[in-house]
């Protein structure tokens, strides 16, 4: 269908070992969707495959754009159908600073024969800015160095806003995420919302949702999705912990 990311029975292996086991979720356009769960069940293997990373045998199943099935495509051809994979872990890129590492983020989407139009490109990355309220002296900082947890954060959601794109995915692994970075994402998460936009937000931690409030919450364990609900999920979630799960699982 088009209008959403949904992924349909994937199967993922690293190596020989099964991660995602017949994963399957629906992200309708307009919608924000937290995945949540404990560590090693396969959140972070979920977006890379998303993003295309090439360490991750899709054995079977389909992720589809609006319809299309991206799976075996480049990363770059998937990043220009829509679909923006935030950093975990931020690289320092030094002597580059963010606006040509944004403009060059841009120029590598581009179709053949497009141009690009520089004074446009600095009125929107300035247009963005005052909306996220960035400071413009920020621009000319090389690339998440010597960044704080927040500033890296703020360079992220820049690069997001100015790619512009119909399907976001944001792992956050929250740790070492202090609750000024967290608000950062959140903020720029809230701004960004709109009918025409989907976001995943992949969290261990309940803290994120209580600034991102999601349309839906979707439990995982153990390669696949065995609890969706709304956001209270979330908040049960944080009370018992996730052994909950695995008890009612047992007794399923
Ligand atoms: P989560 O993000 O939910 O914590 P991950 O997707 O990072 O989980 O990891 C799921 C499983 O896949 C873990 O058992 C992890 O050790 C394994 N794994 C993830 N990435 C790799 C990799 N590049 N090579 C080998 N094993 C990996
Ligand atoms: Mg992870």
Request: glycine residues 8%; hydrophobic residues 40%; negative net charge.
């Amino acid at each position: 269908m088009a209008n959403q990311l949904e992924i349909r029975n994937l199967n993922v292996t690293i190596g020989d070992k099964p991660i995602l086991k017949d994963f399957s979720l629906s992200i309708p356009k307009g919608e924000v969707h937290a995945l949540m769960g404990p560590n090693g069940t396969g959140k972070s293997t979920l977006a890379k495959v998303i993003a295309g990373h090439e360490d991750y045998t899709v054995q079977s199943g389909e992720v589809l754009v609006d319809g299309v099935n991206i799976i075996g495509m480049e990363p770059d051809e998937i990043a220009r159908s829509g679909v923006f994979l935030a950093f975990q872990y931020p690289l320092e890129i030094p002597g580059v600073s963010i606006a040509n590492f944004v403009r060059a983020a841009l120029q590598a989407r581009m179709e053949e024969g497009e141009t690009f139009n520089a004074p446009a490109y600095y009125r929107s990355l300035y247009e963005k800015m005052d909306l996220l309220q960035i400071d413009r002296k920020f621009t000319a900082r090389s690339v998440n160095e010597g960044f704080s947890g927040g500033e890296k954060k703020r360079c992220e959601i820049l690069q997001m806003a100015m790619l512009d794109p119909k399907y976001c995915i944001m792992d956050e692994t929250d740790s070492g995420l202090d609750i000024d970075a967290l608000k950062i994402v959140a903020n720029g998460v809230n701004l960004m919302r709109s009918p025409d936009r989907a976001f995943l937000v992949i969290t261990h931690y309940q803290r994120l949702l209580d600034y991102i409030i999601p349309d839906k919450v979707h439990v995982m364990w153990d390669g696949r999705i065995v609890q969706s609900g709304n956001k209270d999920l979330a908040l049960e979630l944080e009370s018992k912990g996730y052994n909950w799960v695995k008890e009612e699982l047992a007794t399923a």
